[in-house]
C-alpha cells in the first residue's frame, strides 16, 4: 500500500508538472506524450515488481541522472542534502570549520587552518590527521566525504578524534560550525618596478569589489603604479555579472562586455560595463593556463578584444556555457545550460559543441577562433 500510494502521487505531481510547463503541447505533441508516458510505465513497473522492492527516492536520483548525461556536463540535478555545494561555489560561503584538507594514508590531514575560523579556535593544528568525527572511525573514507561531514548547520558542534604529529593521539577536541568566508582573492602584493598583482581564485559574489580593494590598497603604498598583473590562472569561473563587473574596472562605462544567446538567436542580452571605471589607464596584464575557464575567459578574452589588457599564458579552457537554476519540488535544484556567452568581437568562448556527436557519441573540440576571422 505504501508503494502504490507513493507510485500515485509521484505521477499525479509528475502529469500535473509536464502539462504544467510544456502547456497545450503536453496533450499535441504526440512524441512527448509517449516518451513521458514510457518514463512513467518504468518507474511504475520497478517500484511494484522489481524482487528487491527499490528505494524510489534512489531511484528517481539514478534516473533523472542518467536523463542528463546526454546533455553537457554543466546540466545537473542538485538534491537538497548537496544545496551547500552550490551555495559555496556562487558566495563562496558555507558552514564548517574552516580547514583546508587532503589524502594522507588511509586518512584525511588537515593541510591548512584559515585564521578567525573555529578550527583555530578549538585548536586544531596543521598536519593533524582526523581520525573520527563524532565517533565514526575515517579509515578509507575519501575526503570528499570528510568534508561534507565538517560541514553542516551554522552553530552545530561536532567532536574530532585527531592523531597530532611528533605529539598526542586520539586527541578529542570540540569545533562549533559557523559561517566560512572565502576570499576571492587569494593574494595581492606589489610588486618590483612598481607593479600590482592581483591573485584572483574564483568568481563569487562581491570578488570584483575585492578585486578594486585589493588594488587600492597596493596603490596606496609607495609610488604610484606603472601596471597591474591580475592571475586568473586556475581560476574555474563562477557569477557571470561578477566578470562583468570586474572588466568594468578597466573600461569606459557604456562599453560592451559580453553577448548572452540563449536557444532563441533573436533573444540577446547584451552585457555592457558600468560604474566610475576607476583603473582604465592602468596597464594591464592578465595572466591564463588551461585551467582558466567560463568567467575567467569571459574578462581576458573581453579584455583582450577590446585591445585594453596583453594576454599571457596558455589556451583557456574553453567553457562558454551560462548555467540558470531552477528550484524543484523538495528542495532540490536543477542546473540546466540556457544559454551560450560571446565576446566583443562576436567570439563564442564554448569550444566543444556537446549537441552534436558523432554515432559513438564523441564531441568535437574545436575552438570558435579557429573556424572564422576575428578582430579587435
Given at each position: 500500500?505504501?508503494?502504490?500510494?507513493?507510485?500515485?502521487?509521484?505521477?499525479?505531481?509528475?502529469?500535473?508538472?509536464?502539462?504544467?510547463?510544456?502547456?497545450?503541447?503536453?496533450?499535441?505533441?504526440?512524441?512527448?506524450?509517449?516518451?513521458?508516458?514510457?518514463?512513467?510505465?518504468?518507474?511504475?513497473?520497478?517500484?511494484?515488481?522489481?524482487?528487491?522492492?527499490?528505494?524510489?527516492?534512489?531511484?528517481?536520483?539514478?534516473?533523472?541522472?542518467?536523463?542528463?548525461?546526454?546533455l553537457?556536463?554543466?546540466?545537473?540535478?542538485?538534491?537538497?542534502?548537496?544545496?551547500?555545494?552550490?551555495?559555496?561555489?556562487?558566495?563562496?560561503?558555507y558552514?564548517?570549520?574552516?580547514?583546508?584538507?587532503?589524502?594522507?594514508?588511509?586518512?584525511?590531514?588537515?593541510?591548512?587552518?584559515?585564521?578567525?575560523?573555529?578550527?583555530?579556535?578549538?585548536?586544531?593544528?596543521?598536519?593533524?590527521?582526523?581520525?573520527?568525527i563524532?565517533?565514526?572511525?575515517?579509515?578509507g573514507?575519501?575526503?570528499?566525504?570528510?568534508?561534507?561531514?565538517?560541514?553542516?548547520?551554522?552553530?552545530?558542534?561536532?567532536?574530532?578524534?585527531?592523531?597530532?604529529?611528533?605529539?598526542?593521539?586520539?586527541?578529542?577536541?570540540?569545533?562549533?560550525?559557523?559561517?566560512?568566508?572565502?576570499?576571492?582573492?587569494?593574494?595581492?602584493?606589489?610588486?618590483?618596478?612598481?607593479?600590482?598583482?592581483?591573485?584572483l581564485?574564483?568568481?563569487?559574489?562581491?570578488?570584483?569589489?575585492?578585486?578594486?580593494?585589493?588594488?587600492?590598497?597596493?596603490?596606496?603604498?609607495?609610488?604610484?603604479?606603472k601596471?597591474?598583473?591580475?592571475?586568473?590562472?586556475?581560476?574555474?569561473?563562477?557569477?557571470?555579472?561578477?566578470?562583468?563587473?570586474?572588466?568594468?574596472?578597466?573600461?569606459s562605462?557604456?562599453?560592451?562586455?559580453?553577448d548572452?544567446?540563449?536557444?532563441?538567436?533573436?533573444?540577446?542580452?547584451?552585457?555592457?560595463?558600468?560604474?566610475?571605471s576607476?583603473?582604465?589607464?592602468?596597464?594591464?596584464?592578465?595572466?591564463?593556463?588551461?585551467?582558466?575557464?567560463?568567467?575567467?575567459?569571459?574578462?581576458?578574452?573581453?579584455?583582450?578584444?577590446?585591445?585594453?589588457?596583453?594576454?599571457?599564458?596558455?589556451?583557456?579552457?574553453?567553457?562558454?556555457?551560462?548555467?540558470?537554476?531552477?528550484?524543484?519540488?523538495?528542495?532540490?535544484?536543477?542546473?540546466?545550460?540556457?544559454?551560450?556567452?560571446?565576446?566583443?568581437?562576436?567570439?563564442?568562448?564554448?569550444?566543444?559543441?556537446?549537441?552534436?556527436?558523432?554515432?559513438?557519441?564523441?564531441?568535437?573540440?574545436?575552438?570558435?577562433s579557429?573556424?572564422?576571422?576575428?578582430?579587435?
Open positions: 500500500m505504501r508503494i502504490k500510494k507513493y507510485l500515485f502521487v509521484t505521477l499525479v505531481t509528475l502529469a500535473c508538472g509536464g502539462a504544467a510547463f510544456f502547456g497545450i503541447s503536453a496533450y499535441t505533441d504526440h512524441d512527448l506524450t509517449k516518451n513521458l508516458e514510457t518514463l512513467f510505465a518504468v518507474f511504475r513497473d520497478a517500484m511494484l515488481m522489481d524482487v528487491d522492492e527499490p528505494d524510489p527516492e534512489q531511484l528517481t536520483n539514478a534516473g533523472i541522472v542518467g536523463m542528463l548525461k546526454i553537457d556536463p554543466y546540466t545537473e540535478y542538485i538534491p537538497e542534502s548537496s544545496k551547500e555545494t552550490l551555495e559555496f561555489i556562487t558566495t563562496g560561503e558552514a564548517g570549520i574552516g580547514a583546508l584538507i587532503q589524502k594522507a594514508g588511509n586518512y584525511t590531514q588537515v593541510a591548512q587552518i584559515y585564521e578567525n575560523t573555529p578550527a583555530a579556535r578549538a585548536g586544531v593544528k596543521t598536519g593533524d590527521t582526523i581520525i573520527m563524532d565517533g565514526l572511525d575515517l579509515k573514507v575519501s575526503v570528499t566525504e570528510v568534508s561534507a561531514k565538517l560541514k553542516g548547520k551554522e552553530n552545530s558542534v561536532l567532536k574530532l578524534t585527531i592523531n597530532r604529529p611528533y605529539g598526542k593521539t586520539g586527541l578529542e577536541l570540540k569545533v562549533k560550525r559557523a559561517r566560512i568566508q572565502i576570499p576571492a582573492v587569494a593574494y595581492s602584493t606589489r610588486l618590483k618596478n612598481d607593479l600590482g598583482y592581483v591573485n581564485s574564483g568568481f563569487t559574489t562581491g570578488c570584483a569589489k575585492e578585486v578594486r580593494q585589493a588594488i587600492e590598497n597596493i596603490r596606496g603604498k609607495g609610488e604610484p603604479l601596471g597591474l598583473v591580475l592571475d586568473l590562472r586556475g581560476n574555474t569561473g563562477g557569477l557571470l555579472n561578477e566578470a562583468v563587473e570586474l572588466v568594468s574596472l578597466f573600461v562605462s557604456g562599453t560592451k562586455v559580453a548572452v544567446k540563449g536557444r532563441n538567436p533573436e533573444q540577446v542580452n547584451t552585457l555592457y560595463a558600468s560604474g566610475e576607476p583603473f582604465r589607464d592602468l596597464p594591464l596584464v592578465v595572466l591564463v593556463n588551461r585551467e582558466s575557464a567560463s568567467s575567467s575567459e569571459v574578462v581576458a578574452g573581453a579584455l583582450q578584444d577590446l585591445d585594453r589588457a596583453v594576454i599571457i599564458g596558455e589556451q583557456t579552457f574553453g567553457k562558454g556555457l551560462v548555467q540558470t537554476t531552477r528550484p524543484l519540488p523538495h528542495g532540490g535544484v536543477f542546473k540546466i545550460t540556457t544559454a551560450k556567452y560571446y565576446i566583443p568581437s562576436g567570439r563564442c568562448i564554448q569550444a566543444i559543441d556537446y549537441a552534436h556527436r558523432d554515432q559513438n557519441g564523441t564531441i568535437e573540440y574545436i575552438p570558435d579557429l573556424m572564422r576571422e576575428f578582430k579587435t
